[in-house]
């Protein structure tokens, strides 16, 4: 995905935002954005990338690594993220010989489940390609040579016993907790009845952007006041100097209050949500979630509900609103799906949709139109995701048959290699005996 110009992302703790020249700097060639979930890894970097750009003259793409789960697609990831068609012996090649003569940046973002095998990718591609900048973003360093790591550190926060809304009001901390406060009631004010409390909540959830968003959102049924008193409650005291495991655990509490707060509805279609990869649309979020239990006509309500608590994004640019998760609250919903022995029900849905979606139809004719192939674009990682549970669950029958109706579509947009990937995995799950699905996918 190619990175414009737009700045305008939510505020973070870090203030390398404000050197936008570490990362074309000869010292800055690889620099890994470090710290805990929903710190603001990932609003940071971009917004370093965009304010870099106007020194990139080849321009800067981002790599969402969060969607792959297999070390051997990394570099596959990489090169269908920069728009590239596979003519080479290997993706690593093919994005070696599209960077080697360019200025340029990748924004690798969620690199932490495969750090080793980013790392070695990045380490190749900077010594292949003089004038390519990385800008990755991890919970851990990836330990490639000439790494700079930035650790974001928490939002300033208010000191304890700040009262004072002049004082309190100036800490980026605040400032993001008033901005999203208004995003849920539009003449909502800083004032001295309400500055101690959301300077606790602030000191309470240590400065981490997306916990203090989750907290601002509750003031839809709750004051302040009564926000600060739940979280003394039932999330963990934390330092606010603090980085790594507490500041996680921090995270990790602050999402699960929300959830306790949802209806037992909205409790069931948030963790269903958690099968998808790289967004959804509200039909996919119908089809997958009700599951019997709960009615697909209530499905679009719990969803509103779900944006509204800041556990979902929603997103409307496009000119059709696609929601998603952001990763820390993407992990806690699976969590939440497997506990609830729900994970298998859901991905067999998931699967069963998103194989309607790409299917070829037969008889019909062979090469699928213009309009077919945005359609599979836009849902692609959600058919990766569910043919990559069709191969794990060992259904493959599934499998063949999402293989064979994304075979047209890796072939026209130049990602052969990748469906070869997954044909050979379905040929291992076949009997070794000519049957007929063995004879398809040979020939």
């Known amino acids: 995905e190619m990175i414009d110009g737009a700045v305008g992302l939510r505020p973070t703790g870090g203030n390398m935002a404000d050197h936008p020249d570490l990362v074309l700097r000869n010292d800055g060639r690889l620099i890994t954005v470090t710290g805990a979930g929903g710190s603001g890894k990932t609003s940071l970097a971009l917004e370093v990338a965009r304010l870099a750009l106007p020194e990139l003259p080849d321009g800067a793409w981002l790599v969402d690594l969060a969607p792959v789960d297999e070390p051997d697609l990394v570099a596959l990831a990489c090169f269908r993220a920069l728009g590239l068609v596979d003519r080479s012996a290997t993706p690593r090649e093919g994005l070696v010989e599209f960077l080697v003569s360019r200025q340029a940046l990748i924004v690798i973002d969620n690199c932490e489940h495969l750090a080793t095998d980013v790392a070695l990718l990045i380490d190749d591609l900077l010594d292949r390609c003089p004038d390519l900048r990385v800008l990755a973003t991890s919970r851990v360093a990836l330990h490639v040579r000439d790494e700079r790591v930035f650790v974001v550190p928490p939002m300033p926060i208010p000191r304890e016993g700040a009262v004072d809304p002049t004082t309190v009001g100036e800490l980026a901390s605040v400032v993001l907790f008033l901005e999203r406060a208004r995003a ?260």
């Open 184 to 443: 849920t009631e539009a003449d909502f004010q800083l004032t001295e009845a309400n500055a101690g409390s959301i300077a606790g909540i602030c000191r309470r959830l240590a400065g981490l952007p997306l916990a203090i968003e989750l907290a601002a959102a509750q003031l839809r049924a709750l004051s302040p006041a009564e926000i600060e008193a739940r979280l003394d409650e039932e999330t963990p005291s934390i330092h606010a100097t603090r980085v790594g495991p507490a500041r996680q655990r921090t995270m990790d509490a602050t999402i699960d209050w929300s959830h306790k707060l949802l209806s037992p509805e909205q409790q069931a279609v948030f963790r269903r949500l958690a099968v998808f990869s790289g967004g959804w649309t509200i039909e996919a979020a119908e089809a997958v979630c009700s599951l019997g239990d709960v009615e697909p006509g209530n499905i679009r309500q719990a969803l509103v509900g779900l944006v509204e608590a800041s556990l979902v994004v929603c997103d409307g640019t496009a000119g059709r609103t696609r929601y998603s998760f952001l990763s820390p609250i993407c992990e806690f919903a699976w969590r939440k799906l497997k506990a609830a022995d729900e994970a298998g029900a859901a991905s067999r849905a998931h699967a069963g949709y998103y194989l309607t979606l790409v299917a070829k139809r037969l008889p019909g004719p062979v090469h699928a139109s213009p309009e077919d192939l945005d359609r599979i674009a836009q849902e692609h990682d959600n058919a990766l995701a569910a043919i990559r549970w069709a191969e794990l669950a060992g259904d493959s029958a599934t499998a063949l048959r999402f293989a064979l109706s994304l075979l047209e579509y890796w072939r026209v947009r130049g990602l052969l290699r990748l469906g070869l990937h997954h044909l050979e995995a379905v040929l291992a799950m076949l009997p070794t005996e000519p049957t007929r699905g063995r004879i398809v996918v040979t020939l």
